[in-house]
């Protein structure tokens, strides 16, 4: 035998639109991923000549860098 809800159940249940259900739900961010940042980083590097400079400063300059691409 199929039991009946409640009628006061039925009424009371949350009611979702379509603007609602077509709302984005992902969390995307303009972290870049630690391989973008290491590629970066080696073309700054390659590009001063692959001489001097500091690999934390190339990968902090590509980090930022990428961040503000977002």
Same mark, same amino acid.
């Given at each position: 035998?199929?039991?009946?809800?409640?009628?006061?159940?039925i009424?009371? !249940?949350?009611?979702?639109?379509? $603007?609602?259900?077509?709302?984005?739900? &992902?969390?995307?961010?303009?972290?870049?991923?630690? /391989? #973008?940042?290491?590629?970066? !980083?080696?073309?700054?590097?390659? $590009?001063?000549?692959?001489?001097?400079? &500091?690999?934390?400063?190339?990968?902090?300059?590509? /980090? #930022?860098?990428?961040?503000?691409?977002?």
């Open positions: 035998m199929i039991s009946q809800a409640e009628p006061s159940a009424l009371s !249940a949350p009611v979702r639109t379509k $603007a609602a259900a077509a709302k984005p739900t &992902s969390n995307v961010s303009n972290t870049p991923t630690i /391989e #973008q940042i290491a590629n970066l !980083a080696y073309a700054i590097w390659e $590009a001063r000549g692959c001489q001097g400079g &500091s690999p934390e400063e190339d990968w902090l300059a590509a /980090e #930022q860098q990428l961040r503000v691409r977002g």
